[in-house]
Nanobody
Framework: QVQLVESGGGSMQAGGSLRLSCAAS????????MAWFRQDPGKEREFVAGINWSAGRTYYADSAKGRFTISRDNAKNTVYLQMNSLKPEDTAVYYC????????????????????WGQGTQVTVSS
């Protein structure tokens, strides 16, 4: 049974930092590209950042560029999202997602492309 378990969310003042973690089990982690998405109530789930198998390539939504960093530790089956300079508009539930990939490529931005999802972790940023 595949499980993705996020942790590290919480409440933070604007300008602060948080690091989210997503621990994967039940799959061969290095077969999967990984991504972080977020969703605010009443809004669509939006792509935040993606990373390929080997962690050699990453890409970000415009809202995350320069502030967020996605990384992965394949020995620990874990993907991370370091979030700096947090803003109130970053408030959302953050989800990690995994997509099987035959090749070592970046994942899609489309949430429908992903095979597995975590349960989400709440991030709240106050001004």
């Amino acid at each position: 049974q595949v499980q993705l378990v996020e942790s590290g969310g919480g409440s933070m003042q604007a300008g602060g930092s948080l690091r989210l973690s997503c621990a994967a089990s039940g799959l061969t982690f290095t077969d999967y590209a990984m991504a972080w998405f977020r969703q605010d109530p009443g809004k669509e789930r939006e792509f935040v950042a993606g990373i390929n198998w080997s962690a050699g390539r990453t890409y970000y939504a415009d809202s995350a560029k320069g502030r967020f960093t996605i990384s992965r530790d394949n020995a620990k089956n874990t993907v991370y999202l370091q979030m700096n300079s947090l803003k109130p508009e970053d408030t959302a539930v953050y989800y990690c997602a995994a997509v099987y990939s035959d090749y070592d490529v970046l994942p899609s931005r489309l949430s429908s492309s992903f095979d597995y999802w975590g349960q989400g972790t709440q991030v709240t940023v106050s001004s």
